[in-house]
């Protein structure tokens, strides 16, 4: 009977937090530009995207790697392992890199 009212007990809670899509009030929350440093772990030229594993952003995100849109200048100059400062720009619909700076990795 104990695992019965744990199961009742968890549909009655509704979905644990952090276990759903953000809300349109919640999405605004986190709009507008953050500073982002990190590295190129792939370029992806059929998405004009790259995908870096960047260092925590501060108030957003801890460290992770995730693929972010590009402008045609900063996707024909990245490479493999290239470090790089960019301003993450989030608008609400989408998250994409601006005023991106290379600087050419020490080590692979």
């Known amino acids: 009977m ?15 937090p952090g276990c759903h899509e953000p809300a349109a ?3 605004a929350a986190i ?9 190129v772990v ?10 870096i ?4 952003i501060t108030g957003l995100m801890g460290a992770m790697t ?6 045609a ?8 392992n290239a470090r790089l400062t960019a301003q993450l ?3 609400g619909d989408s998250w994409r890199l601006e005023n991106v700076q290379f600087n050419p990795s020490v080590s692979p």
């Open 42 to 51: 792939a370029v992806v030229p059929e998405r004009n995207a790259l995908l």
């Open 31 to 39: 709009s507008g530009r953050y500073p982002l440093t990190g590295r």
């Open 25 to 27: 009030h919640e999405t």
């Open 73 to 80: 200048t900063a996707l024909q100059a990245a490479t493999k």
């Open 2 to 16: 104990k695992p019965l009212r744990y199961v009742l007990g968890l549909l009655l809670l509704g979905p644990l």
């Open 53 to 56: 594993a960047h260092e925590p």
């Open 66 to 71: 995730m693929e972010f849109s590009v402008d």
């Open 89 to 91: 720009v989030h608008d």
